[in-house]
């Protein structure tokens, strides 16, 4: 069985989808569509940087969902795939849970972008810069990790943002606490814990005020139950009704991204092919050790699409 995953915030690199563009057109309508949906040409931004600005939330989350789209679109129309036919499942790890549900269409490709906008915008400014911070645990199991947290937090926030698995989990919270667990991660042989070069303190309470945000936001958006299961990050478990969908998309904003346990599931249920479509290779590599009985790929260029099997 397949499933088919996508990446998040942190695989975008300048230059991703340009192959894709050069080679196919239906590469090239996924760009020009999100364009028009944002009124900003932000494929431009996408081929030929500069990495700053496409780094800028507001624009690398509609973007990697584009590069993921248009990966899609190309392996429908040159390798025949077919989603509900060929695809058991799919999860995006935090962003790309839009992207899941924008391939199976749930949201139109224009609503996806806009509201990816919307997302990022929201995201940066519910926090006044400095004032929050993540970190990462590496060689910290989940258990391990909630309870450094909840020690640091002294009275802040300091949560558990994201549940990566093979041991990696991310925290986030007011910055001072943070670094206390930090500090904490380290006194307790934590193989490594580093504070992270982000622009605010995503996945946490503190970003209350952007789930607010994305809930006005989704209210106004017309969802459809998607053509094949996707797996919520808050939940781990798929869904399909369009209210529960538009309740997990809110939920996802201050809530842990478990993507461990995710991954687990769908590979419980019978999946033993991941193909990680769009940017990068970030997610591949976790499945790779979350199920290590599995299979996981990496599709993002015309090479990767003519190595896809077709069914």
């Known amino acids: 069985m397949r499933a088919l995953i996508f990446p998040g915030q942190g695989s975008q690199a300048v230059g991703m989808g340009k192959a894709l563009a050069a080679a196919f057109p239906q590469a090239r309508a996924v760009f020009a569509e999100v364009d028009d949906a944002l009124s900003q040409p932000l494929a431009r931004l996408m081929f030929d940087g500069p990495l700053d600005a496409l780094t800028l939330t507001v624009n690398a989350q509609p973007a990697l969902m584009a590069a993921s789209l248009a990966v899609l679109r190309v392996l429908e129309a040159e390798r025949g795939l077919d989603l509900a036919r060929d695809v058991a499942c799919m999860a995006g790890h935090s962003l790309g849970e839009y992207a899941a549900l924008a391939a199976a269409g749930s949201l139109t490709l224009a609503d996806t972008a806009r509201l990816l906008r919307i997302r990022g915008a929201a995201m940066q400014a519910a926090v006044a810069p400095g004032a929050g911070a993540m970190a990462a645990l590496i060689g910290a199991e989940i258990e391990a990790a909630r309870a450094i947290a909840s020690e640091a937090a002294a009275g802040a926030v300091c949560d558990v943002a994201n549940d990566n ?147």
């Open 165 to 311: 698995g093979a041991g990696q989990v991310v925290l986030s919270g007011d910055r001072d606490a943070v670094a206390r667990a930090v500090a904490l991660a380290q006194a307790r042989g934590i193989k490594r814990a580093v504070m992270l070069n982000v622009s605010a303190p995503f996945h946490c309470r503190l970003m209350r005020p952007a789930a607010d945000a994305m809930g006005t936001a989704l209210a106004a958006v017309a969802l459809k139950a998607p053509v094949v299961p996707v797996y919520a990050n808050v939940r781990a478990a798929p869904a399909t009704d369009p209210q529960a969908i538009r309740e997990n998309l809110v939920a996802q904003v201050t809530g842990t991204v478990r993507w461990r346990e995710s991954v687990s599931a769908m590979a419980t249920a019978g999946v033993d092919a991941f193909f990680e479509v769009g940017a990068g290779k970030v997610l591949s590599g976790l499945v790779k050790r979350i199920a290590p009985g599995a299979s996981a790929t990496s599709v993002g260029t015309p090479d990767d699409v003519a190595a896809f099997p077709a069914r």
